[in-house]
């Protein structure tokens, strides 16, 4: 199997399941409900459907070598564990690379502080100079009081770089590790306009992009996924690490929204009540009275509308915790469905850019998911 059969799978599942991952399950139900009745009813279709799902995104023709797997890490003791496995991944990625030049430039795009640039000059001789560009000048400012004397680092805004803006003799590197939604794409058609140069891109905030910078590459557009904000958040989201306290802090908060929602459903159906945004994490751990009463104050309502007595019943009451229950189950289907998204995003960008330039380019998962979930990137 080539990228080209895992694109194709890919998209095949994801139209067949269109009505399931295009829809947050609070716009969805119960309109929707017969979208997923294979996934409740039969458990061994719903099995193999996310082996199937697993064995796509997790495939072996990502998969690093062995050895790159066990590198030892870098000693980045004042950064967080996973920006250390970040900094400590790329640049053995890098050391294995025959084909870089004895001098390089590295140009780190939304570089914030500078520990990639920094970390990976100091450790890698190929890179004579670096320079970080962010728009953020507070971070800049930061950048310059810890490395200043390895790194150059300037303010701009990433969205309106050009390839004049880099140096025109020699030869670049552009690192764009985990840049915001378009600012991604922003650099990979930069990597295209700039002959003299290699690049490494991993993407992250798909839920920022607009529908018009996806499907990008004439195979997506052949194949094409059609995307919204809903399915793009869930790209983002689709295999996040959990930890057992942040799971069960997520399910009281599901509990608390849905059942709001079947109480809106019977007492004021005319309200967008799916569309209301997050509360502060801890309302949550308050009375469910308390979250109603919050909950009516933004949708203008008065917070008396129920009495304590009705809305704690309402939430107890076995009916409805029995559909909440459903409802989270179902949430857990279409989550599954976000490693797909994901995947149909990257691999949309790796045909984009090799398209157009026709450069031997890579796709590999180069960071443990489990660590760094936005783990593919394209070099």
Partial sequence: MNKEDIFHQT??????????????????????????????????????????????????LFNCSTSFLGSQRIDLRRLKEK??????????????????????????????????????????PFFQQATSFDNDEKLQQKGRELYGHHVSFKSKDI???????????EPLFLCGLHSCGALS?????????????????????????????????????????????????????????????NRLHKIRVKRFRYTFYLLGLRYFPHLPIQQLRSSPATLYKQSFTTYVQEQL??????????????????????KNKKEVKMMIHLGEYRKEFGKLLELQIVLDRYFWVQEST?????????????????SLAIF
């Avoid at 997923?36 to 996310?50: D, G, I, M, P, S």
């Avoid at 004439?218 to 919204?228: E, G, L, R, V």
């Fill in 11 to 60: 998209t095949e599942l994801l139209a067949q399941h269109h009505a399931i991952w295009s829809k947050e399950i609070l716009f969805s139900y119960p309109n929707h409900l017969a979208s997923y009745e294979l996934l409740r009813q039969k458990r061994l279709y719903r099995r193999e459907l996310f082996e199937k799902i697993n064995s796509l995104f997790y495939h072996s």
């Fill in 297 to 318: 104050k933004r949708l203008s309502l008065p917070p008396e509308e129920f009495s304590e007595t009705f809305l704690e019943h309402f939430f107890k009451e076995e």
């Fill in 185 to 245: 794409l922003k650099q990979l058609q930069l990597s295209k306009e700039i002959p003299a140069s290699f690049f490494l891109n991993v993407g992250c905030c798909y839920h920022k992009l607009k529908e018009s910078e996806c499907n990008l590459s004439q195979m997506a557009k052949d194949n094409f996924t059609f995307h919204n904000n809903e399915s793009l958040t869930l790209a983002t989201r689709g295999h996040e690490k959990e930890s057992p306290q």
């Fill in 159 to 169: 969205s309106v770089l050009n390839a004049l803006d880099f140096p025109q003799r």
């Fill in 358 to 374: 026709r450069q031997n380019i890579q796709l590999k998962r180069i960071f443990d998911p489990q660590i760094s979930p936005r």
């Fill in 83 to 124: 920006k250390q496995h970040e900094i400590t991944r790329i640049a053995h990625l890098l050391q294995q690379q025959q084909h870089f030049p004895s001098s390089l430039h590295l140009i780190d795009l939304c570089g914030g502080m500078g520990h990639l640039a920094n970390h990976l000059k100091s450790h890698l």
